[in-house]
C-alpha cells in the first residue's frame, strides 16, 4: 500500500485512527501576503494555458509550482522545496511513496529533512478525490518529524487544482479540513495560509 491507495477520507480516518473535523473555518485569521509582480504575471499568462491544456500535470507545473515556489522566495530561500519525490516513512503503515510537493523549514535541496511542514497534492478537477492521500501524507510527515526528534505541534497539507485550494491541519491525531474553498484570483490569502506555519519557524 502506499499513498496513492489511500481514495477517501474513510480509510486514512480508518488506517490511522484519526479523528475528522471539518467544521470549522479554520484559516480566517491568516494574514494576507500580496504576490509579487512576478507570480501575478506568471499566473496572468499560464492560468489561461494550464485551463486549456486541463490536465493535472499542467496544473501542477503551470499553477501549483510557481505559487510554491513563490513562498520559497518569501522566505529568502529558506524553505526546501520537493516536487515529485519519494518519501518513504512506514511502508509497513501504507506511508511510502512520492508526493506531488513537499515544503521543509530546511534549507537543503538534495535531502528532505526535518521539519516537513506542509504538503500539497496536485489534482485534476477532484479535491474530495485527493484528501485521502494527502491526510496520510500529512501522518507520514508528523510521523518522520517525530522519528527525528522534531516535536512540529501541526502539520500542514492542501489539496488543490490549480484554481482552487482546500487546506487541512493535523494536529496530533485530529485533522482539521477547513470549511471552505480558496481560488486562484485570492492569491493574498492563499500565500498567507501557506506561510503561516514557517512564519512561526523562520520570521520574516
Not at 486514512?12 to 512576478?38: E, H, M, W
Not at 496572468?44 to 513563490?70: C, M, Q
Amino acid at each position: 500500500m502506499a499513498y496513492s491507495n489511500f481514495k477517501t477520507i474513510a480509510q486514512a480516518r480508518t488506517a490511522f485512527n484519526l479523528t475528522v473535523d471539518d467544521t470549522r473555518d479554520c484559516f480566517s485569521g491568516s494574514k494576507p501576503i500580496q504576490p509579487s509582480q512576478y507570480l501575478r504575471a506568471t499566473l496572468d499568462e499560464y492560468l489561461p494555458l494550464a485551463s486549456a491544456i486541463n490536465t493535472e500535470k499542467a496544473r501542477s507545473e503551470l499553477i501549483v509550482a510557481p505559487v510554491l515556489l513563490e513562498l520559497r522566495r518569501i522566505f529568502q530561500g529558506r524553505i526546501g522545496f520537493f516536487s515529485g519525490t519519494e518519501f518513504e516513512v512506514e511502508p509497513e503503515a501504507g506511508l511510502n511513496g512520492f508526493c506531488d510537493y513537499l515544503l521543509t523549514a530546511s534549507t537543503d535541496l538534495y535531502e528532505i529533512r526535518r521539519p516537513v511542514v506542509t504538503l500539497v497534492e496536485a489534482k485534476n478537477e477532484n479535491i474530495k478525490g485527493g484528501l485521502g492521500q494527502c491526510i496520510a501524507e500529512m501522518v507520514a510527515a508528523q510521523r518522520f518529524n517525530q522519528q527525528q526528534g522534531e516535536q512540529l505541534d501541526t502539520i500542514y497539507g492542501a489539496v488543490t487544482t490549480g484554481n482552487i485550494w482546500k487546506f487541512l491541519r493535523l494536529v496530533n491525531n485530529t485533522i482539521f479540513i477547513d470549511i471552505g474553498d480558496y481560488y486562484i484570483k485570492e492569491i493574498d490569502n492563499i500565500l498567507g495560509i501557506l506561510a503561516e506555519p514557517f512564519a512561526k519557524i523562520l520570521p520574516l
